[in-house]
């Protein structure tokens, strides 16, 4: 079946802009997570949601970052007046259950950069 | 915070050869998991060892652990072109998000 889809794959935008980046889960997958990778080093996590609410946004860095999936599926990754500190590859991944051993699956990413 | 390191930093092989990665962490764990990185982009899990387990193998991958050292290994065998990536180590700690190691780019020459 299809995998986990991200977009856009890439966003340009200029600091102080406001952004909106969508994941579209695997099919039936409970949980949903995001990560931020900056250039060199591994991804971080973000928030995940169990369903429809966030069960953990411990690693927001702020509160510019907020994230959505209003109906348990997609979610969208919004952050406002963003600041060239933003930028990165923001990774989406789903998983069926939450639990630790449940493998995640990863998407593509997009790479957002702020100008 | 990351909370796993991994090392070495880059490792450049021919093919046939057996590439080693290792990885330190700093808290106990559920499980360690490998994930491979084409490009800087998308994550393919390659696999995932238990905290009660010791040695698992996948193809021509081997990974181990050792709980007492807080250390994983990860060796590919037979390495192919193919193989050239940057290889993460993520540590479950219980909790439902991942901590990455800091990763190793492997690059393997024909």
């Known amino acids: 079946g299809a995998g986990v889809s991200q977009t856009p794959s890439n966003k340009v935008t200029e600091k102080g802009k406001y952004v909106e980046l969508r994941c579209d889960p695997i099919s039936g997958h409970t949980a949903l997570y995001w990560y931020r990778q900056s250039l060199g080093q591994g991804p971080e996590f973000l928030i995940y949601f169990q369903g429809t609410g966030a069960a953990d946004d411990s690693g927001l860095p702020n509160d510019r970052f907020f994230a959505v999936r209003p109906e348990g599926s997609v979610s969208t990754l919004k952050i406002q007046r963003t600041e060239r500190g933003d930028s990165a590859v923001y990774l989406c991944?789903?998983?069926?259950?939450?639990?630790?051993?449940?493998?995640?699956?990863f998407g593509p990413g997009t790479r957002l950069t702020v100008l | 915070s990351q909370q796993g390191e991994e090392d070495p930093q880059a490792l450049s092989i021919q093919e046939g050869e057996n590439a080693t990665m290792n990885c330190s962490y700093k808290t106990s764990i559920n499980n360690l998991q490998w994930y491979r990185q084409n490009s800087g982009r998308g994550l393919v899990h390659l696999i995932l060892?238990?905290?009660?387990?010791r040695e698992k193998h996948s193809g021509r991958l081997r990974v181990t652990l050792d709980t007492s050292k807080k250390s994983s290994s990860l060796l590919i065998t037979a390495s192919r072109a193919a193989d050239t990536a940057s290889y993460f180590c993520?540590?479950?700690?219980?909790?439902?998000?991942?901590?990455f190691g800091t990763g190793t780019r492997l690059l393997v020459s024909p």
């Open positions: 060892i238990r905290s009660n387990e």
């Open positions: 993520a540590m479950n700690t219980g909790f439902q998000k991942l901590v």
């Open positions: 991944a789903s998983s069926l259950n939450v639990g630790g051993t449940d493998t995640q699956y």
